[in-house]
């Protein structure tokens, strides 16, 4: 069973840049769609953005122009870049594999942005 590990979550100011980074313990396949979710206190979980295996890429309308999400196949490692920080992004940050309709989640990242 394929694991992901997120790391690169801390404290920022606003206005800084963060880059999250998601590790999976086994081979990310191109059928793979890899994807950030994030959630705040008293708040659903929502897609931030996600990336197919031909690079096709979906931004939630919060980050589009801000956050970049990108995929290594070959370092089975995806990753988000996160510029021009707002403090309404302090969320914890879960790294998403979905493989033929199943997912695999990370145990989150906390991300903090101060103002």
């Known amino acids: 069973q394929v694991q992901v590990v997120e790391s690169g979550g801390g404290l920022v100011q606003a206005g800084g840049s963060l880059r999250l980074s998601c590790a999976a313990s086994g081979r990310i396949f191109s059928a793979d769609v890899m994807g950030w979710y994030r959630q705040s206190p008293g708040k659903q979980r929502e897609l931030v953005a996600s990336v197919t295996g031909s690079a096709r890429t979906n931004y939630a309308d919060s980050v589009r122009g801000r956050f970049t999400i990108s995929r290594d196949n070959a370092k089975n490692t995806v990753y988000l870049q996160m510029n021009s920080l707002k403090p309404e992004d302090t969320a914890v940050y879960y790294c998403?594999?979905?493989?033929?309709?199943?997912?695999?989640w990370g145990q989150g990242t906390q991300v903090t942005v101060s103002s």
């Open positions: 998403n594999l979905r493989r033929f309709g199943s997912d695999v």
